[in-house]
């Protein structure tokens, strides 16, 4: 079956601008986490979605959002991006949380702010 | 303060050893611990996972414990193989209950395997 799906795969961005970043999860699979990793931080949680609800929020500004739509597949947004946003952004889909299958993730979006 | 910490350096062992992992964290208690392999420029892929009341998981060539005593998970790879090279990342779950659904990862151990 298909993996976790992310677009774009890269992505250049000036300061002050915002970006939209897309995550089609597996097939039946209803929660979709985002993830940021930086050389300096590692992986960190951003937030969770579960059937279209936020259930849970990591430590970032209100400047990093996300939805889900009904059909699970998730957005998230950075607005008045600043240089240090630049990272790798990973998606992960599991059918409702932590199982012996663990989260799949996907091959992320490598964002560059400049 | 809560911590999840893995071995900074990377890991270099000859090909057919074992390679252990240490994964120690500090004021959680986690219902479950993960294990994740990620390779450059890849997401992370699920390994295995171990719940508090088990003290051992085992996978193929992998081999994890976990000893909530002395909060720490162990991850083992025999008979390794230049394959096996990436860095192995583990996981908890800061919830005691497992319900947070999110995770915290440590820094990860970088594991090189020679031939």
């Known amino acids: 079956k298909a993996g976790v799906t992310q677009t774009p795969r890269y992505l250049i961005k000036t300061r002050g601008q915002q970006v939209t970043l897309s995550c089609s999860p597996i097939?039946?699979?209803?929660?979709v986490s985002w993830y940021q990793q930086t050389p300096g931080q590692g992986l960190q949680f951003l937030f969770e979605y579960f059937s279209e609800t936020q259930r849970n929020k990591g430590n970032f500004p209100g400047r990093f959002s996300g939805r889900q739509f009904s059909n699970s597949r998730s957005e998230m947004n950075v607005s008045t991006l600043e240089l240090g946003d630049s990272a790798l952004y990973l998606c992960?889909?599991?059918?409702?949380?932590?199982?012996?299958?663990?989260?799949?993730f996907g091959s992320g979006t490598r964002l560059t702010v400049v | 303060s809560q911590k999840i910490e893995q071995n900074s350096e990377a890991l270099n062992i000859q090909e057919g050893k074992t390679a252990t992992l240490t994964c120690n964290y500090t004021n959680y208690s986690p219902a479950y611990l993960q294990w994740y392999r990620q390779d450059p420029g890849r997401g992370p892929v699920f390994l295995l996972l171990?719940?508090?009341?088990?003290k051992e998981k085992r996978k193929e060539r992998l081999k994890v414990t976990f000893d909530t005593t002395l909060k720490q998970s162990l991850f083992h790879i025999t008979a390794s193989q230049p394959a096996d090279s990436a860095t192995y990342l583990c996981a908890l779950d800061p919830s005691d209950s497992g319900g947070y659904n999110k995770l915290i990862f440590g820094a990860g151990t970088r594991l090189a395997v020679h031939p």
């Open positions: 097939s039946g699979h209803r929660s």
């Open positions: 992960a889909s599991s059918l409702a949380g932590a199982s012996d299958y663990g989260y799949t």
């Open positions: 171990i719940r508090e009341n088990e």
